[in-house]
């Protein structure tokens, strides 16, 4: 499985992104996803995820309310909309899919990582 992420840029404080992660390879539609970030010289910390039918969402509580995550299975892909985006929001994110038919939790039941991508916002 390769993950692709996109939609990263420079914002300013108050404003908007949204994340894009195109998966390749088998049974998209059967692996939950997630979103983390990391700041340089600091663990990868938890976004977002989203059940393999997408009904299923969870949030940092540092996120919530603020950004969305969801996914499109006929197109492979995940997204994280990012609204009323902070200073402290800038990051690199990354993407990463689960094994199949597993329910990702913790950073480490996460198989696959896309490359990040990064997120800048100015105050």
């Known amino acids: 499985v390769q993950l692709q992420a996109s939609g990263g840029g420079l914002v300013q404080d108050g404003g908007s992104l949204r994340l894009s992660c195109a998966a390749s390879?088998?049974?998209?539609?059967?692996?939950?996803m997630g979103w983390f970030r990391q700041a340089p010289g600091k663990e990868r910390e938890f976004v977002a995820r989203?059940?393999?039918?997408?009904?299923?969402?969870a949030y940092a509580d540092s996120v919530k309310g603020r950004f969305t995550i969801s996914r499109d299975n006929a197109k492979n892909t995940v997204y994280l909309q990012m609204n009323t985006l902070k200073p402290e929001d800038s990051n690199v994110y990354y993407c990463a899919a689960g094994k199949i038919f597993s329910r990702p939790n913790q950073i480490g039941d996460y198989a696959y990582w896309g490359q990040g991508t990064l997120v800048t916002v100015s105050s």
């Open positions: 390879g088998p049974s998209f539609s059967s692996r939950g």
């Open positions: 989203i059940s393999r039918g997408g009904d299923i969402t």
